[in-house]
Structure formats: C-alpha cells, structure tokens
C-alpha cells in the first residue's frame, strides 16, 4: 500500500542526546516536510524539502536538523539544542510543494524527553 | 501576517449535526483543508475547497467558504461517536510556493450517544 511511514511511534530521549527520526514514503511525491504538534495547538512547520538534496527551515528550526539524500526519505533529528522536544511529531509529503497539491500524512511519532 | 482561529471545542448528540467554524485572515488564500486526526494519530484530508468555491459537498460532510467574511465551516451530517476527533481547518495560499499550511489550533468534537 502507498503511504507515508514513521518509526519509532514512541521515542525517548535522554537529556544531551540527539536522536532521529524516521520518514519514508513510497507515493512517489517531491515534496516532504515535518511538522511538530505541541498540546492545544495546530502543526508548526520545522523543515521542508522541495526536491532532493535541498531543504530549508520552516517556522521552528531551531534545535532540529534534516537530511534529504533519497527523494523517498526525510529523516529529522532533533538535536540537543532542542530545550522542549517533548511534542508529537508528523512527517508529511505532497507530490510537489506548489498550491493545490494535497499534503498527505505519517502516523506520527511521541518523542518524550527523560 | 497568516492566522488560523477555530473554536477550541464543540459537544453533540448522535444523530445532530456538528457546524465547525474557522476563520482566516490570508486573502490571498487559494485552497483550504478540514484534517480530522484521532487520538494519537496522525491527520487525515476529510476534504478542501477551491477558493473560487462557495460550498462543497461530500457525503456527510458539506464545506461553506465565505470569502468575503474570510470564514470556512464544516458541516457534519447525522453525527456519529465514531466523529469524535480533533477537527483542523488549514490554509495554504496563492502566494506560497513552499507547500506550508498554516494550521488552526483545532476544534475537539465530542458526540455524545
């Protein structure tokens, strides 16, 4: 089945670790982002490629970083200069980045810091 | 600047209807979404609306844009428990070539039976 897929769906991190998440689809789509989703809140952009091999930074980069080497995968890593990570993250693709084009979404995944 | 406002919750009985609001300010908004995400889920596209639309309809589910007021709202036919999710009303304009939406805070619906 076509779909996005993220792993792991819950996630713990330890406070001075880095750890990444994953984000695959096989729609065939160009465009991939990640989106973070804090309680009581809508989805705030963090980062979102266009094509591979580019990203750029949406609303909320900070502390977070991203790879697009593969057009079928986005992974993120939230990185230590991430003070708050604790939040629901969602990985989402569309088959090109321009208006008009449905966005389509992963599972999500819980990352909680300990 | 892009703002997304939804009332933050709304209770019905199974078998009413259920009418979300939104508002926006982007005039220049070409499309508008309705996820629905349930509990620990991830968002599901119920169904967008063309800005150059006035309504649509899908089954259950009818979308109203008033342009002119800026306001978007979703009507829920013969609501049933399995409704029950947090409703997200979503924009993207003409302007963006990046794809991003901008996101309500979402509109918890409880159907009660």
């Known amino acids: 089945d076509g779909g996005i897929t993220q792993s792991p769906k819950y996630l713990f991190r330890k406070e001075g670790q880095n750890v990444t998440l994953s984000c695959e689809q096989n729609?065939?789509?160009?465009?991939m982002y990640w989106y973070r989703q804090d309680p009581g809140q809508g989805l705030r952009l963090i980062y979102y490629?266009?094509?591979?091999?580019?990203?750029q930074k949406g609303d909320i980069a900070e502390g977070y970083s991203v790879s697009r080497e593969k057009k079928e995968s986005f992974p993120l890593t939230v990185t230590s200069a991430q003070k708050n990570p604790t939040a629901f993250y969602l990985c989402?693709?569309?088959?090109?980045?321009?208006?008009?084009?449905?966005?389509?979404f992963g599972e999500g995944s819980w990352l909680t810091v300990v | 600047g892009e703002d997304v406002e939804q009332s933050l919750f709304l209770s019905v009985r199974e078998g009413d209807s259920s009418v979300i609001n939104c508002t926006y300010t982007?005039?220049?908004?070409?499309?508008l979404y309705w996820y629905k995400q349930e509990p620990g889920a991830g968002l599901q596209l119920l169904t967008y609306?063309?800005?150059?639309?006035d309504m649509k309809q899908d089954q259950r589910l009818t979308v109203l844009l008033n342009k002119k007021d800026k306001h978007l709202s979703l009507r829920i036919a013969d609501t049933q428990t399995g409704d029950s999710a947090i409703y997200f009303c979503?924009?993207?304009?003409?302007?963006?070539?990046?794809?991003?939406?901008?996101f309500g805070q979402g509109t918890t619906l409880q159907v009660k039976p």
């Open positions: 989402a693709s569309s088959s090109d980045s321009y208006s008009g084009n449905t966005i389509y």
């Open positions: 729609l065939n789509h160009d465009a």
């Open positions: 490629s266009q094509i591979v091999n580019d990203f």
């Open positions: 982007d005039s220049s908004s070409t499309y």
């Open positions: 609306i063309f800005s150059n639309m």
């Open positions: 979503a924009e993207i304009h003409g302007s963006s070539n990046t794809g991003k939406l901008i």
